[in-house]
Nanobody, 119 residues
Framework: QVQLVESGGGLVQPGGSLRLSCTASARAFKISTMGWYRQAPDKQRELVATSTSDVNTKYADWVKGRFTISRDNSKNTVYLQMTSLRPEDTAVYYC?????????????WGQGTQVTVSS
């Protein structure tokens, strides 16, 4: 069983910054595509950003350069640096890890960390 532990959420004023962290227990971290997703109240979960094992990154169109995903394979940790935060960024942010190995496909979620952008 893989555990993903997120941290770094909280309350921030509009225009502020936060850095989310997600540490994975899996030895497969290095071959995993790691991602951040978010879910606002009464909305579906949506992609924020992903980072493949060879560090190719992908972002949702609305990120528009405000967020940066990065990973440290030596720490089994993926980060999401968020800047220029807006009230509409308020959501629960979830970490995701997925990979395929000889045993099949694997897909795991963290419990989420709340980000609230408000003055």
């Amino acid at each position: 069983q893989v555990q993903l532990v997120e941290s770094g959420g909280g309350l921030v004023q509009p225009g502020g910054s936060l850095r989310l962290s997600c540490t994975a227990s899996a030895r497969a971290f290095k071959i995993s595509t790691m991602g951040w997703y978010r879910q606002a109240p009464d909305k579906q979960r949506e992609l924020v950003a992903t980072s493949t094992s060879d560090v190719n990154t992908k972002y949702a169109d609305w990120v528009k350069g405000r967020f940066t995903i990065s990973r440290d394979n030596s720490k089994n940790t993926v980060y999401l640096q968020m800047t220029s935060l807006r009230p509409e960024d308020t959501a629960v942010y979830y970490c995701n890890s997925r990979w395929t190995d000889v045993y099949g496909s694997n897909n795991y979620w963290g419990q989420g960390t709340q980000v609230t952008v408000s003055s």
